[in-house]
């Protein structure tokens, strides 16, 4: 019942370093994204696939990239870490299909760039 | 732009009534969900609509008006339990989904 799993849970880098978060989903969904959730912001797409092998830009995507090799996973990568790239990340996937199916969630990433 | 806005915090009794109201203006909509995300934890899907009106489910129910850009998560006979943020999202245009920064809701006993 694993849902959607993501690691690390945490992280620490120092600026300049790369790294790659990992999003693995159990649900055979079609759809997944990348998010970053800032204090007083709203949850803000970084980049998202519709299945596997494609991969598209969403609102926040530089500083990013994303490869979607098999469906169930997702791995988002940071090229070169700067400190305003610090925040919690969310990997979720989805059914598609029907507009009105909800987005799973994993239990997030909390990355720290000094 | 796209906005939705939210009240940052709300604070409510056990075993009351309060509404949580979201507004918006997007590039569009393809309806409008209410999620729930304790604090550190991840968010998890309350609700969907479409239509105008009234969904109840439970203890929560949800409502839409299109015409007023406009939406509210109404809980009932609160339990410490739900205290917790609630994150209202549009679905846009280009079938993304647009995030308010959410409300904090507090139960005090």
């Known amino acids: 019942n694993a849902g959607v799993t993501q690691t690390p849970k945490f992280r620490v880098l120092k600026t300049g370093q790369s790294m790659t978060l990992l999003c693995a989903q159990d649900?055979?969904?079609?759809?997944m994204y990348w998010y970053r959730q800032d204090p007083g912001m709203g949850l803000r797409l970084i980049h998202y696939?519709?299945?596997?092998?494609?991969?598209a830009k969403g609102e926040v995507p530089d500083g990013y990239n994303v490869s979607r090799l098999k469906k169930q996973n997702f791995l988002l990568g940071l090229e070169s870490a700067a400190p305003s790239q610090t925040s919690v990340y969310f990997c979720?996937?989805?059914?598609?299909?029907?507009?009105?199916?909800?987005?799973?969630f994993g239990d997030g990433t909390r990355l720290s760039i000094l | 732009g796209q906005n939705i806005d939210q009240p940052t915090e709300m604070t409510a009794t056990e075993g009351a009534i309060v509404q949580i109201n979201c507004t918006y203006q997007t590039s569009g909509f393809n309806g409008l969900f209410w999620y729930q995300q304790h604090a550190g934890e991840a968010p998890t899907f309350l609700s969907y609509?479409?239509l105008d009106g009234l969904e109840e489910k439970g203890r929560f129910s949800s409502f839409l008006s299109r015409s007023k850009g406009y939406s509210y998560l109404l809980l009932k006979e609160l339990q410490m339990k739900d205290s917790a943020s609630y994150l209202c999202a549009v679905l846009d245009s280009n079938y993304q989904l647009i995030w308010g920064a959410g409300t904090k809701l507090i139960i005090k006993p």
């Open positions: 609509n479409v």
């Open positions: 649900m055979n969904h079609e759809y």
């Open positions: 696939s519709v299945g596997e092998g494609t991969t």
């Open positions: 979720a996937s989805s059914a598609g299909g029907e507009i009105s199916q909800p987005q799973h």
